[in-house]
C-alpha cells in the first residue's frame, strides 16, 4: 500500500514570496491533516478536512495560508505572503474515519 | 484545552538497557493516543495506537500504557539497540467535537542510544 506523498520535500524562498505543498493521501483515507512543525516542537495542526470540506481551521493564519482539498482526494497547502516565522516542516497526514493518522516525509520550507 | 507533556526531554542510554518514556495530558475524555518515532529530517513513523478503553500495546520490544484516570501514558523500550535513536513523540486525539481525530503533540524526547 502506498503511503502518503508530499512534494516538494525542501523549498527556500525570499520572506513576502510565495510558496505551495502538494499531498496526496492514502488511497481510500476521508481525512487530511495538515501540520506545521517548528524545529523543537511537536506538530501543530494548521487544518482537517473530512473528505473535501473542512472540519477544523482554527490554528490557520487565514491571512497569509490558504488550503483546499480538491475532489476529496489531493490537497495543497499555500502561504501568500511568507514571513520568517514560517520556516518549519509541513507534514500531510491522512486517516480513515477517526482511525490512526500516517504521516508524510514533509516539506521542509526555509524562508530567508 | 488538551496539554501534552513529555518527560525527559532528552534521554541518553548504553546500548542494552531497558527505557521508560512518559507522556502526560490534562483532558482525559480522548479517543486513542499514539506514540510516534521521528528520524532527522523525516516524517512521523507511528509505533503504537492505543484506543480510548484499552489499557496497553505491544509490538515487538516496545510496549506502550495508558491510564486516563491519571492523565499519563508510558513508552517502554526493551534492550535499547543504536537504531532506536530517534525523537518520540506521543499525540492524542480528543473525542467528540467538531475536530474529531485531531491530534494534540507533546514537544517529544530525543533519545541517544549509544554503543
Known amino acids: 500500500e502506498a503511503g502518503v506523498a508530499q512534494s516538494p520535500r525542501y523549498k527556500i524562498i525570499e520572506k513576502r514570496q510565495s510558496v505551495a505543498f502538494w499531498c496526496n493521501p492514502i488511497?481510500?483515507?476521508?481525512?487530511l491533516y495538515w501540520y506545521q512543525q517548528i524545529l523543537g516542537q511537536g506538530p501543530k495542526l494548521l487544518i482537517q478536512f473530512q473528505n473535501n470540506g473542512v472540519v477544523d481551521d482554527s490554528q490557520l493564519p487565514k491571512d497569509r495560508f490558504s488550503a483546499e482539498r480538491l475532489k476529496g482526494v489531493d490537497s495543497t497547502l499555500k502561504i501568500q505572503p511568507a514571513k520568517l516565522e514560517d520556516s518549519a516542516v509541513y507534514l500531510c497526514?491522512?486517516?480513515?474515519?477517526?482511525?490512526?493518522?500516517?504521516f508524510g516525509p514533509g516539506t521542509r520550507l526555509t524562508v530567508l | 484545552k488538551q496539554e501534552v507533556t513529555q518527560i525527559p526531554a532528552a534521554l541518553s542510554v548504553p546500548e542494552g538497557e531497558n527505557l521508560v518514556l512518559n507522556c502526560s495530558f490534562t483532558?482525559?475524555?480522548?479517543?486513542?493516543l499514539q506514540w510516534f518515532r521521528q528520524d532527522p529530517g523525516k516524517g512521523l513513523t507511528s509505533l503504537l495506537l492505543?484506543?480510548?478503553?484499552?489499557r496497553e500495546q505491544t509490538s515487538g520490544r516496545l510496549n506502550a500504557s495508558l491510564d486516563k484516570s491519571s492523565g499519563r501514558s508510558t513508552l517502554y523500550i526493551a534492550a535499547s539497540q543504536p537504531g532506536d535513536s530517534a525523537t518520540y513523540l506521543c499525540?492524542?486525539?480528543?473525542?467528540?467535537?467538531?475536530?474529531?481525530?485531531?491530534?494534540?503533540f507533546g514537544q517529544g524526547t530525543i533519545l541517544t542510544v549509544h554503543p
Open positions: 483532558d482525559s475524555a480522548i479517543y486513542n
Open positions: 497526514a491522512s486517516s480513515p474515519l477517526g482511525g490512526e493518522q500516517f
Open positions: 492505543i484506543q480510548s478503553s484499552q
Open positions: 499525540a492524542l486525539a480528543n473525542a467528540g467535537g467538531t475536530s474529531y481525530g485531531k491530534l494534540t
Open positions: 488511497s481510500g483515507h476521508a481525512t
